[in-house]
């Protein structure tokens, strides 16, 4: 997302789930506490930019908690598929054994040892040793089994039931980093709406200015997937900002990235802060087209490079995909695929 060239505060996004939820808490019940109305232009203005810059930070957070959940979705899936196959596996030793007890009652009584069948705690009646010694081997065998089996499948349900509650923890974050975006972005809009438009112009243009002689045309792509991915994010020009996507019909800063490199076959991690560690850091003044340019000191906001000291990005919302200055705001990283 553009903004402002000022030195953004380090947002600690790795942080434990609680201690972010409690930052976010806090940020928001902050947002009330600057009423737009009693400031200049120019810290409207600032204000502006400091709400899309939070915003940024508690999307990416937001996409991260949306990955965590969309992965245990599929951990518990392949989970609760194994506990079925244990299950199954459970009740046919359950009917072999079964059927020895009935042919031993047939023929002249129930071996004690198998009345364990008829327990509801076959592990704890199999604790006594003495059932062993008068078991055949082959009923020896499969009781053994069926324990092992029993234990497992108990310990699987137990693991995806701690599963089901990181899931549950990870959709109460996403939900709070959705909110938290959602205000910032509603106060934002209302005080670049409250500008007359002459001021908003000025904004506009301040978001989009910086060096443009930080580095040198930068040459071809590094890579022909680097070059694939550049086509990519140029057929995405003029798309919009929105926040939580990664394309095809609109984008936020990492999702068009992602987008983009999927489009060259290579899967990059939802989240710039994870984008800024899918390949090898090069110096700045060395940057190709194709290197993914990493924005603050937290690696909020992330573009592509273009060669002649421009990026493509997705700024912030009601600013579509476009080109700007790479010194646009101040460069924490350069990657490259």
């Given amino acids: 997302m553009g903004s402002h060239r000022r030195t953004a505060p380090s947002s600690g996004s790795e942080r434990s789930t609680a201690l972010a939820l409690g930052l976010l808490s806090a940020a928001a019940t902050a947002l009330g506490a600057v009423p737009a109305t009693a400031a200049p232009q120019e810290d409207s203005r600032a204000e502006v930019d400091r709400l899309y810059r939070e915003a940024e930070k508690a999307t990416e957070a937001y996409n991260a908690a949306d990955e965590r959940a969309d992965a245990l979705r599929r951990e518990i899936a392949d989970a609760q598929d194994g506990i079925a196959r244990k299950q199954h596996r459970v ?24 009345a364990l069948l008829l327990s509801e705690d076959p592990e704890d009646y199999l604790r006594k ?65 409250s500008l007359p438009a002459g001021e908003r112009a000025a904004w506009d243009r301040a978001s989009r200015s910086g060096r443009t002689d930080l580095l040198g045309p930068g040459g071809a792509p590094a890579s022909g997937r680097a070059a694939a991915a550049v086509a990519a994010a140029r057929s995405a020009l003029g798309k919009p900002y929105v926040w939580g996507a990664n394309g095809p019909s609109g984008f936020d800063c990492s999702g068009l990235t992602q987008w983009a490199y999927a489009q060259a076959g290579v899967a990059l991690p939802r989240t710039s802060q994870a984008q800024r560690y899918a390949g090898r850091q090069v110096p700045l003044s060395e940057a190709r087209p194709g290197d993914l340019v990493l924005y603050r000191s937290d690696a909020s906001h ?36």
């Avoid at 137990?158 to 990870?170: D, N, T």
């Avoid at 010194?327 to 990657?335: A, D, F």
Wanted: glycine content about 10%; aromatic content about 4%; overall charge positive.
């Fill in 129 to 193: 040793a003495s059932v062993l010694d008068r078991l055949g081997v082959h009923q020896t065998a499969e009781l053994r089994k069926l324990r092992g089996t029993l234990r497992s499948l108990s310990q699987d349900r137990a693991e995806a039931a701690k599963r089901l509650g990181a899931l549950e923890r990870s959709r109460k974050a996403a939900a709070t980093h959705k909110r938290t975006v959602e205000l910032k972005l509603a106060e934002a809009r209302r005080l670049l709406g």
């Fill in 91 to 114: 009740n046919t030793m359950r009917e072999t054994l079964g059927s020895l007890a009935g042919s031993q009652y047939r023929s002249g009584g129930l071996d004690p040892a198998l």
């Fill in 302 to 337: 992330v573009g592509m490079y273009m060669g002649n000291g421009q990026v493509i990005h997705a700024p912030y919302p009601g600013a579509p995909v476009r080109y700007d200055p790479v010194g646009m705001m101040p460069v924490s990283s350069v990657t490259r695929v």
